[in-house]
Every structure is written in structure tokens, then in C-alpha cells.
């Protein structure tokens, strides 16, 4: 059974009228996991003699900081990791086991990179200890409770994937916890060492882990096999209706319109609320490279990189899927009289007043000097003028249908933030770079801010022909948008 499950899976994939699309993605992110596969592989090998020179025991280290480790992990997945979806409704319909069906799509996650990578990490680190003489029994197991304890992470990330802003909560929680540490307030792995210490000088600590994980999977199956009917469980909840006229947009004619509608989309649906939310994460971005830090950041090139993603969070995560946020009701909309330049405007619009915004709140950092305000704004306005416009082409050929109700379904379909949209969005960053080095090289620095600035300001200025190109294009892939958005596996 699982095998045919495989054989629609690759099938689904396949024909997809994004293959070309996704299979590109997907190389990209192979590089990407064999990047970060060296480097737990590095940490792996290299953790236990570089902390034996600072004079500290290896294990007990490590053990110390494993809370911090595993909550970090549980933050990247609910961020970026995705939840493997199946096409759920046509299989209610089919001779098909229900608890067969969970087990497959649970099985998925098990397999995906988040979970094995932390292999390159303790495999190696694991075995260094047992070739510096530590009780290879002891090890093992905690080995195998490290392990679990990852596998438990996953199917949190799977129970508290429809949850509403938790990626927020569990980021305080760590800074709370990190700060409270750092200036001797309150010391949370004074507690929690004595648990990781036990895994390995306690032999029978290990099944504790074990134990918790078999419950969570239990009750995540359980769950999702309730909840596995046509007429309920994966039904929409209707909540109580509310009306929101925002006649004052109503000045703006046809604009006003698609603007309202962009504006209830966002406050509605979680999806949408989440860019709101990593907008306002970017804005902290830039604390990495003005605070000198990083010495491989403390230079004025990685500098206008940070000014683009501090004021251009909105743009990355939002217009990178423009018009995938319409998916639902694409169809709809295109069987009225809808202007292509009115709808393309009204995003732009959304994206320039958000990029304005996020200029204004990092105002912050002109603790660190005028200049390095000056470099977000210059970022700012490369963002409107250029940017803007890169992401609406982008977008025409994504044809990622998103639905906006997914979590509010047992198995949701996409996360609200994954990396393929940063992996699309480093082209629209190699431009302006270019330019800051030609302008720095030739002259000064500020030459080269004035020139990445000159080409958001011609940009900007050659609006009207870009927009006519743009929808040239979109009225060309119009078609094959639809029956992109049509595909729900």
C-alpha cells in the first residue's frame, strides 16, 4: 500500500504544471542541505577539541546547551519546516485504510532533512567520544535519546503547525531564558543539565525519551485519524462573521478596491499574518552586521545587503508570492472585468507602503550613525524602485497555489514562510551589490550608495513601462496560472 502511496506521490510531483519550477527549487536546496550538512559534520568532529582548549569538559558542555539547541530547532522547523501533504479527499472515497493513510503522511516527516541532519551533528560527536574513552553503553544511549528528543521536536512542529503565533512566543521564550542567563537573574540549564546528564549516566534515563516520543506519536495519530471525514474533520470552522467596509479606500476607484481586499486578506488568514510578523523579524536583521559582531560582516557590502532585507521584509515574504495569495479565487477573478494594471498596482502599492513603514520603525539604528540609516534608506528606495518590480514578474511564474485555510484542516498544506522564498529572492540581491562595489571601487563608499540609490530612483521613474511589460506577461501565462492553481496535491 505505502508503495502505491509512493507511486502517487511522484506522479502528483511530476506532473505538476510547476515541475520545471520545483525540480530547479529542489537542486537548489540539495546544495543548500549538503552546505549544512558539512557544517554539523565539522561542529561534529571539531566541537569536542575545541571546547577541551577552553579547558571544559565536552559532554557536560554540550549537555548544558542542549535546551537552547533543541528549542532552536523546534523554532526553524515551525518556521520552515513543511508539513508533507497527500491528497487527502479523493483517498476517503477509495478502498484505503484510514490509519494507513495517517501512517504514510506521518512517515513523510521522518524523513525529511530537519530531522536527519542533526545525525551529522551527534553521529560524529558521538563517536569522538567513544575514541577519547568514554563508556560506549552510556554513549549509545544517549545517543539514542538525542535522537528521539529530535524526533519529538517533529511531531510538535506537525501538532503545533496550525497554531496561531507561536514562532513569536517560543522566540521570546529564548530570549527571555538568554537573557535572564546572561545577567545572572536566573539560570535555566542549572535544570535542565541534570536531565541531559542523566541520559548518559543513568542507563535506564534513555526510555524516558523513547516513552514521550511513542505518546506523541500516538496522540498525533490519533488526532488526525478523528479528524479524517469528509463532512468534519476536513471541513472549514465558521467563526462569527465581522464586516469591515474601510470606505475611506474607496477615494482610490478601482485601486481602493483590490487594496481592501488585500487588507482583509492579510488581517484574516494566518498565512498572511505571518509575513506581517517576519516583517517585523527582518527589521532585527540588521543587528548582525551594525553591532560588529561578526568580523565577516563588518564591511560596508555586507552592509547594503543588511539594508535591503531590514526595510524589504514585507516585499520577500509577501510579493514573492504575488498572485499565488488570490490561488483560492483566481479563477473567479478572472472571468470579471478586472484591469491586470489595477490589480498589479494595488500590490505594488501594498508593497511600497509596507517597505516605507519598515524604514520608519528602523529609525533604531540610527544609534549606530547616520550612515548606517543612510544605508537602509538607500536600500529602501533600490527596493521600491527595483525589487518591487522583480518580485511582481517573479511571481507570474511561481504558479504556487496557496490556501489560505490550512490551518484549519488535520493536514495543513504550506508553511507561511520556507526557504524557497529566499532562494528566489538572492537574484534581486546580486544587482545592487554589484553596483555598491563599482561605485566603493572607483570612488567611496558613498558612491556607491548614490548609485544603488540612482537605480531604485530610475526604477521608479520607468513605472509605467515596467508595468506594461509585466502585464504583458501576466495576460501570456494567464492560462497556465489557472491551471496551476486548479492542482491541490
Not at 501538532?159 to 530570549?175: E, W
Not at 532585527?284 to 521584509?313: C, Q
Not at 561605485?439 to 526604477?459: R, Y
Request: net charge positive.
Amino acid at each position: 500500500m505505502f508503495k502505491k502511496f509512493i507511486y502517487l506521490e511522484w506522479k502528483a510531483f511530476t506532473r505538476s504544471a510547476s515541475f520545471a519550477t520545483n525540480l530547479g527549487l529542489k537542486i537548489l536546496m540539495l546544495f543548500v542541505a549538503i552546505y549544512f550538512a558539512l557544517v554539523f559534520l565539522a561542529l561534529g568532529i571539531g566541537a569536542f577539541y575545541i571546547i577541551k582548549k577552553m579547558n571544559l569538559e565536552p559532554l557536560v558542555t554540550v549537555n548544558k546547551f542542549l535546551i537552547y539547541y533543541f528549542l532552536f530547532d523546534l523554532i526553524i522547523r515551525l518556521l520552515l519546516q513543511k508539513i508533507p501533504v497527500m491528497n487527502i479527499r479523493p483517498l476517503l472515497v477509495l478502498p484505503f485504510m484510514k490509519p494507513t493513510i495517517v501512517h504514510f503522511s506521518l512517515g513523510k516527516t521522518m524523513l525529511s532533512f530537519f530531522n536527519y541532519a542533526h545525525a551529522f551533528f551527534f553521529l560524529p560527536f558521538s563517536v569522538v567520544l567513544i575514541m577519547e574513552g568514554y563508556d560506549v553503553v552510556s554513549v549509545l544511549l544517549w545517543h539514542l535519546a538525542m535522537i528521539s528528543l529530535i524526533y519529538i521536536n517533529n511531531f510538535l512542529n506537525i501538532v503545533l503547525n496550525n497554531k496561531d503565533n507561536l514562532f513569536a512566543i517560543f522566540v521570546g521564550i529564548i530570549l527571555v531564558l538568554g537573557g535572564c542567563q546572561y545577567y545572572h537573574v536566573f539560570d535555566i540549564t542549572t535544570y535542565t543539565t541534570v536531565f541531559f546528564e542523566g541520559l548518559f549516566h543513568t542507563k535506564w534515563m534513555f526510555l524516558l525519551p523513547i516513552f514521550a516520543l511513542m505518546g506523541l506519536y500516538s496522540v498525533t495519530f490519533t488526532y488526525f485519524k478523528n479528524n479524517l471525514y469528509l463532512d468534519s474533520g476536513l471541513s472549514n470552522k465558521h467563526q462569527i462573521a465581522k464586516t469591515e467596509d474601510l470606505t475611506w479606500l474607496n477615494q482610490f476607484g478601482t485601486l481602493g478596491t483590490f487594496l481592501k481586499n488585500d487588507i482583509k486578506l492579510i488581517k484574516r488568514n494566518k498565512r498572511s499574518k505571518t509575513t506581517v510578523i517576519m516583517s517585523v523579524v527582518f527589521l532585527f536583521y540588521g543587528f548582525l552586521f551594525f553591532t560588529n559582531g561578526i568580523k565577516a560582516y563588518n564591511n560596508p557590502i555586507m552592509h547594503i545587503f543588511a539594508g535591503i532585507f531590514v526595510s524589504g521584509g514585507f516585499l520577500f515574504t509577501f510579493g514573492q508570492f504575488v498572485p499565488s495569495w488570490d490561488s483560492s479565487y483566481y479563477q473567479l477573478m478572472m472571468t470579471q472585468n478586472i484591469p491586470y494594471r489595477g490589480y498589479l498596482s494595488s500590490k505594488w502599492w501594498l508593497i511600497v507602503i509596507a517597505t516605507v513603514i519598515s524604514t520608519i520603525l528602523a529609525s533604531f539604528y540610527l544609534y549606530f550613525g547616520w550612515q548606517v540609516y543612510l544605508t537602509i534608506v538607500v536600500g529602501a528606495i533600490y527596493n521600491i524602485g527595483v525589487n518591487s518590480h522583480l518580485v511582481l514578474l517573479a511571481g507570474v511564474y511561481t504558479k504556487t497555489p496557496i490556501d489560505l485555510d490550512s490551518s484549519k484542516g488535520a493536514f495543513g498544506d504550506k508553511k507561511a514562510f520556507n526557504v524557497n522564498t529566499m532562494l528566489i529572492s538572492l537574484p534581486k540581491l546580486l544587482l545592487p551589490l554589484g553596483l555598491y562595489w563599482i561605485g566603493s571601487t572607483l570612488m567611496s563608499p558613498n558612491l556607491g550608495l548614490a548609485m544603488v540609490a540612482i537605480a531604485g530612483i530610475i526604477g521608479f521613474a520607468l513605472r509605467d513601462k515596467v508595468f506594461t511589460q509585466i502585464e504583458k506577461i501576466y495576460k501570456t501565462e494567464k492560462y497556465k496560472t489557472i491551471a496551476a492553481y486548479k492542482q491541490k496535491s
